[in-house]
Every structure is written in structure tokens, then in C-alpha cells.
């Protein structure tokens, strides 16, 4: 794991209504998992971030920071990206995997090396790899191997 001990977790897109609230998109694997996180960003301290509702059908959550009363106030949290404590999180099951975990690794496919993982992406048709080469590769049924940091794609 890199010495960055941040997990981003979502982004404000934009203000929501007149009262200060804000929509989050989330990159959590269900949206209400903000209910329980410990959010902060660079403009947001941690324990100010309040999780209001889901916004149906989508990865969309609205959200209130303390002390952001309006409109206004809002509009200058666009773009704030939110982080969660990689240690605040559980240890995933077998066979699940943070991504943040996964940055670095080698992607292989048929025993020839295809890059390194800079980032992932999702168009809403699965995760996809991007490699620090610019390629992107699918990570539906790769395989992780996290003593030699190697990730088999077919």
C-alpha cells in the first residue's frame, strides 16, 4: 500500500437546492455506504461531511457539511474530491479487492506484460484498468496475486 494512507471514495459535483446541500458522486460499491464512513476532503474536515439521502438510481448521494448554509457556500466545494482512511476500512472477503490496492500492480495477459495500473475507470460496464501506458484493460475475471503484485487478465 502506498505511504498515502487516503482512499478516495467520491467527489462534490454540485450544490443541491438553496439550503447548502450537495450532491456526491460516489465511487463506493452502494451509494448508502456514506452513511457509515468517515468522510473528509481538503475543504471539508472529517466528521462535517453528513450523509442526507440517496438520490434513486444512481451513485448519487446528497449531503450537508456543517457551516455551509446556502447556495453560494455550496458552489465552492464543486469538484472537492472526499477520502475516506484506508484503515477505517474492513478488510475485504476473498476474492474482493480495494482498487487503491491494486494501483502499481503488473497486468499480465497470456505471460506477456502489459503495463503497470495507474487508475481505475467505470463507464457503468465494469471496472476497467487504465495502465500508466494509457491502454485499458478489463478486470472482469483477472486474477490477483498479491505476493508478486501481478494481475492476470484474460
Known amino acids: 500500500m502506498k ?15 438553496i439550503r447548502g446541500e450537495v450532491r456526491v458522486q460516489t465511487f463506493t460499491e452502494k451509494p448508502s455506504d456514506f452513511q ?5 476532503g481538503d475543504k471539508i474536515p472529517a466528521g462535517t461531511l453528513h450523509f442526507v439521502r440517496i438520490v434513486p438510481n444512481t451513485n448519487v448521494v446528497i449531503a450537508r457539511v456543517d ?4 447556495r453560494n ?9 472526499l477520502y475516506v482512511n484506508r484503515d477505517d476500512l474492513p478488510m475485504p472477503r476473498d476474492g474482493e479487492y480495494y482498487q ?4 502499481g500492480m503488473t497486468v499480465v495477459r497470456g505471460g506477456i506484460k502489459l503495463g503497470r495500473v495507474a487508475c481505475f475507470q467505470n463507464f457503468g460496464a465494469g471496472d476497467i484498468m487504465e495502465l500508466e501506458n494509457g491502454e485499458m484493460v478489463s478486470f472482469a475475471g483477472a486474477s490477483v496475486d498479491f505476493e508478486k503484485k501481478i494481475i492476470t487478465v484474460k
Not at 36 to 40: G, K
Not at 73 to 81: D, P
Open 100 to 103: 487503491a490496492d491494486l494501483i
Open 73 to 81: 457556500m455550496a458552489e465552492t466545494l464543486r469538484g472537492t474530491e
Open 36 to 40: 457509515s464512513l468517515a468522510v473528509f
Open 67 to 70: 457551516g455551509v448554509g446556502d
Open 3 to 17: 505511504s498515502d494512507n487516503r482512499i478516495l471514495v467520491g467527489k462534490i459535483v454540485a450544490p443541491q437546492g
